[in-house]
């Protein structure tokens, strides 16, 4: 996740379509979440709530990512979290993260799947 995975400008979901999305469906009836999705905000609130001073570097790295050939393969996928501290293995910026990280559950499937693709990229 090299790129900021903040969600921005969207068009609004059903509860319906979030229901039927394996992710997202088991967001919380009622969370913040599910009201940004159904609301279709311009941009998860978390964005908005982000202090100027962490904003501007990840616009700056947003103008000037290059995503990575994807071959079809989880490696080519895309790079390790720019927010992810190499020396602890910890957020820097746990507190902002955004929507993608706090829906995926801390050692679950999904996040031992991407631990496991980018263990070369990530320091012990």
């Given at each position: ?53 962490l904003k ?5 790295h ?20 720019i927010?992810?501290d190499?020396e ?8 902002h ?8 559950e801390t ?5 031992l799947?991407?631990?496991?693709v980018?263990s070369g990229?990530?320091?012990?």
């Amino acid at each position: 996740m090299g790129y900021p995975a903040f969600v921005l400008p969207q068009d609004p979901m059903t509860e319906e379509e979030i229901d039927a999305d394996p992710v997202l469906s088991k967001l919380p009836k009622g969370s913040r979440r599910r009201k940004d999705l159904i609301a279709g905000n311009p941009g998860e609130s978390w964005w908005h709530e982000l202090p100027k001073e962490l904003k501007v570097p990840l616009v700056e790295h947003m103008k000037n990512y290059v995503r990575p050939k994807y071959d079809g393969t989880l490696e080519s996928f895309d790079g390790p979290c720019i927010w992810l501290d190499q020396e602890t293995r910890l957020c820097k910026h746990h507190l902002h993260r955004p929507n993608v990280c706090r829906d995926f559950e801390t050692g679950c499937g999904e996040c031992l799947q991407w631990r496991e693709v980018y263990s070369g990229q990530i320091k012990e």
